[in-house]
């Protein structure tokens, strides 16, 4: 009889554990359709299938209405080819610049995880402005800070809102909620230069004729380094590098090389033409 007893008790506990398992990958699952990321270096966001993204946008419509704007293919709050037809506000007393914000703050409660934000309050406005539009109110456009992850840049994170009336009709823009960092890198600054000699980058005259510039062990002499994280998108995917960002005043170039491949995944020129 004992040995039944314990029998069932391993029985049960071995169901118990399958049932979490379950439970587990189930969860997993449903993590993947908000954040959507596998989470490995570089960090890629995947672009949701039609089915997901259709039930994500009506859904988003529905407890917006006042937005002309929607869900990307990856998940995130954007704009699409074409503004979306939505209600209009209706007109209110005009709200104060404090008021503005609040209500912004708000919206980006409501949907931080369509918006990349894990940390609400780490969001702060860079621009604040306001005009009167068309309906005799006040407008409000903002523009968030940039995101930062383990204290570096994230390129291109600005948030921007508008607001009429006191309802969010407008947003575009993403912070990443989840970004793998390496906790050691394969490309030194000293490896770098070496990967970065004898390269030519271009420069444009101005007629926006392509001029070459070599660069050259002299030229890196001078050259800066800092880093970044740089998102390098594709019709699929988005993945998140960890980047030198190597500035070059011999050669008035900037490039963009990841700390562990040395690939060389961007850059632009410093002149103005």
Not at 9 to 18: D, E, F, I, Q, V
Not at 191 to 207: C, E, G, H, P, T
Not at 228 to 245: N, R, S
Request: with cysteine.
């Amino acid at each position: 009889m004992k040995r039944l007893k314990k029998a069932n008790r391993l029985k049960m506990g071995s169901y118990l554990a399958t049932l979490l398992l379950i439970i587990f990958i189930q969860s997993c699952g449903q993590n993947e359709v908000t954040i959507n990321s596998d989470m490995s270096y570089p960090t890629t966001y995947k672009k949701l299938d039609i089915v997901t993204l259709t039930q994500m946008r009506t859904q988003f419509a529905t407890a917006n209405p006042y937005l002309t704007s929607s869900i990307t293919d990856f998940g995130f709050c954007g704009s699409l080819d074409s503004l979306l037809t939505a209600a209009w506000p209706t007109r209110i007393p005009d709200l104060t610049r404090t008021q503005a914000i609040n209500a912004t703050i708000s919206f980006i409660l409501r949907n931080s995880t369509l918006l990349g934000v894990k940390v609400p309050k780490e969001v702060t406005f860079s621009n604040v402005d306001s005009l009167i539009i068309y309906d005799g109110s006040v407008g409000w456009y903002f523009s968030s800070n940039i995101q930062r992850y383990d204290t570096m840049e994230v390129y291109d994170t600005y948030l921007h809102f508008n607001l009429t009336n006191g309802k969010i009709t407008f947003c575009e823009g993403n912070w990443y909620p989840y970004i793998y960092i390496p906790s050691k890198i394969n490309v030194t600054e000293e490896k770098a230069k070496s990967i970065l000699l004898n390269k030519v980058v271009y420069l444009a005259d101005i007629a926006g004729r392509p001029i070459s510039m070599t660069i050259t062990a002299k030229s890196l002499e001078t050259a800066s380094f800092s880093n970044m994280i740089y998102p390098l998108k594709t019709a699929d995917k988005i993945e998140l590098h960890v980047i030198w960002v190597v500035t070059i005043p011999e050669v008035f170039y900037v490039v963009y090389m990841d700390v562990m491949s040395g690939e060389i995944i961007g850059g632009y020129s410093t002149v103005i033409s």
